[in-house]
């Protein structure tokens, strides 16, 4: 039961070329960055990617990203990272785009072992009628567009029908982890994590402060140790490298 690794490198050393991983975090909130660097050094290439976004340039996901180890990522945010926008509009990445809770309820779906669902979100948009471009040639045409989804009606309303997902890999970061593999998140830094560590079928998570079973309240447990395969230990100074995406000054 105890599922402590001696270190990151260790945690990620059989994640193979063309693997997918669910990512948590949001922006540089509750990025595992220290795993997500173990696998930037351990080589890993043509990753497929399942994040609401891909960092920013030369952190967290991005530093995969910016060493062109990234083959495809699934999201809703391309947000700050100009090498991210750079890749996609060049042709050098796909990328699936999504409403956001959609990313989120796909990725709970398939940890709980729910093939699909209907949601409203997407439907009379090209979510639902396809033709998002999913990768560009470099010379600026669509070589990949998305399929028309199946729209059902409910009640007189339509909804669309997702798929949820499920991946090799999920890496996660939590404030407070024991050795069976329970998590506690601080507060916004929850945001993905839960539900990318659910949709992994190898599920690594690196912690900021690892404890003893038993000594995390069972009700304050807010992922289950069952969706955890491999715990990482984090040295202080790791746990307390928390980069601000943006500061606001007035």
């Not at 909130?29 to 290439?45: E, F, K, M, N, Q």
């Not at 990753?47 to 991005?62: A, Q, T």
């Not at 990768?135 to 028309?148: D, K, N």
């Not at 309240?217 to 790791?238: I, K, M, S, W």
Request: hydrophobic share 40%.
């Amino acid at each position: 039961m105890d599922k402590v690794v001696a270190s990151a490198a260790d945690a990620v050393a059989d994640v193979g070329d063309g693997a997918s991983l669910a990512v948590g975090g949001f922006g540089l909130c509750g990025v595992p960055t220290v795993l997500i660097s173990a696998l930037h050094d351990h080589g890993a290439r043509d990753l497929r990617i399942v994040s609401n976004n891909c960092g920013l340039d030369g952190r967290g996901l991005g530093q995969l990203l910016g060493a062109g180890r990234i083959a495809r990522a699934m999201g809703s945010y391309v947000g700050d990272n100009k090498e991210f926008a750079r890749q996609y509009l060049a042709g050098e990445i796909e990328v699936e785009l999504m409403p956001q809770g959609t990313l989120a309820e796909r990725l709970r779906a398939g940890g709980a072992g729910i093939p699909a669902f209907y949601t409203p979100a997407g439907v009379g948009t090209q979510v639902a009628d396809g033709g998002l471009p999913w990768r560009y040639t470099p010379g600026g045409g669509v070589a990949v567009a998305s399929p028309a989804k199946e729209v059902r009606e409910f009640d007189g309303r339509e909804y669309v029908l997702e798929e949820g997902i499920r991946t090799d890999f999920a890496l996660v970061r939590a404030a407070v982890g024991d050795r069976h593999g329970n998590l506690v998140f601080d507060k916004a830094a929850r945001n993905f994590n839960p539900l990318a560590a659910m949709a992994g079928r190898v599920t690594l998570a690196e912690v900021e402060r690892l404890v003893e079973p038993g000594d995390i309240d069972p009700d304050a447990v807010h992922l289950p140790g069952v969706f955890v395969q491999r715990v990482v230990e984090l040295t202080p100074e790791q746990a307390a490298d928390k980069p601000i995406e943006k500061r606001t000054v007035r």
